[in-house]
């Protein structure tokens, strides 16, 4: 099945590489690109969603301990007069 969207696309493709000495895309090689991509950005958002988690652990980690609160102190008397 040949369309003229097709035929159009691999003339354009044909006479780019004549001019420019390089191949037309490969489908394969695109995929891989992609999908390299992908789970270059899916490692990097992991990366972010572990850190997120290890500092709440570490955040409850120290308020069970009693090292931190949530508390606001008291300003001191006077402080605003």
Same mark, same amino acid.
């Given at each position: 099945m040949s369309t003229t969207a097709h035929k159009v696309a691999t003339q354009a493709a044909a006479r780019t590489a004549k001019t420019t000495g390089k191949r037309p895309p490969s489908v394969l090689r695109e995929i891989v690109y992609g999908m390299s991509l992908g789970l270059f950005a899916g490692y990097l958002w992991k990366l972010h969603?572990?850190?997120? =988690?290890? %500092?709440? %652990?570490?955040?409850?980690?120290?308020?069970? =301990?009693?090292?931190?609160?949530?508390?606001a102190d008291e300003p001191p008397s006077g402080a605003g007069d």
């Open positions: 969603h572990w850190n997120n =988690q290890r %500092r709440t %652990r570490e955040f409850y980690s120290l308020l069970d =301990q009693g090292k931190i609160t949530v508390v």
